[in-house]
């Protein structure tokens, strides 16, 4: 099967500090790939899709500004979260899917914690 | 648009016994249908999943799931259930076309009772 590969797995960083999540396609290429995330005992929430080499969708109440998500090639897709604050501690989760495929597959996830 | 609906938000069932897990979905286009587990501080692992053609699907770790297209649903069963099975169970569906995004419930909390 094909594998997404998230890095890091856990992060933790100072408040006001930016940090960046990457989601790697390791073994086909991604067309579109989809940035989730999850608070504690809750469901995913779709927060963007990114297709390679244009601008992210942002679902409504997701502050672009805020999550940059590029999607500079058909491996790789990074997302930024800028000026972190504790509310923005999360789950995040990168799905990536080729094109013509039915099905995405999903990363293992990153742990945010913003001290 | 679609939702997912997973009424049973924990079912605790005890080791060797059958499980299912309902889920229930709404959309006015043609879906397709998912079920994820998710282990702890994990990402997501795919069970099964239908696309088309037979209404019964098979999937990893012997689970099946039911398309039932009238009444919108695509139950999770498992006839014996262990205790490595426990874990967040979602079902999930995605648009046939256009970018495929995956709406997800919110989730069935399976624990399996030694």
């Known amino acids: 099967g094909a594998v997404v590969s998230q890095h890091p797995s856990r992060v933790i960083c100072k408040s006001g500090t930016s940090v960046k999540i990457e989601c790697r396609s390791l073994?086909?290429?991604?067309?579109?790939m989809f940035w989730y995330r999850q608070f504690p005992k809750q469901s995913l929430m779709l927060m963007a899709t990114?297709?390679?080499?244009?601008?992210?969708?942002?679902e409504q109440g997701v502050e672009k500004d805020k999550f940059l998500i590029n999607h500079a090639s058909l491996t790789l897709s990074t997302l930024t979260v800028t000026s972190a604050h504790p509310e923005d501690s999360s789950f995040y989760i990168c799905?990536?899917?080729?094109?013509?495929?039915?099905?995405?597959?999903f990363g293992q996830g990153t742990r945010l914690t913003v001290v | 648009a679609q939702s997912v609906t997973q009424l049973d938000s924990q079912v605790p069932v005890f080791e060797e016994a059958p499980v299912e897990l309902r889920c229930n979905y709404s959309?006015?286009?043609?879906?397709?249908l998912f079920w994820y587990v998710q282990y702890p501080n994990q990402g997501l692992q795919l069970l099964l999943k239908?696309?088309?053609?037979?209404?019964l699907v098979k999937g990893i770790n012997g689970f099946e799931a039911e398309f039932n297209k009238s009444q919108t649903s695509f139950h999770l069963r498992k006839p014996s259930v262990h205790i490595s099975d426990t874990a967040e169970y979602f079902c999930?569906?995605?648009?046939?076309?256009?970018?495929?995004?995956?709406?997800f419930g919110t989730g069935t909390r399976l624990k399996v009772l030694a």
């Open positions: 959309s006015s286009v043609s879906v397709y």
């Open positions: 799905s990536a899917r080729r094109q013509g495929s039915t099905e995405a597959f």
């Open positions: 990114s297709n390679e080499g244009s601008k992210a969708t942002y």
């Open positions: 073994d086909f290429q991604a067309t579109t």
């Open positions: 999930a569906v995605s648009t046939t076309s256009g970018t495929y995004k995956y709406i």
């Open positions: 239908y696309l088309s053609g037979s209404t």
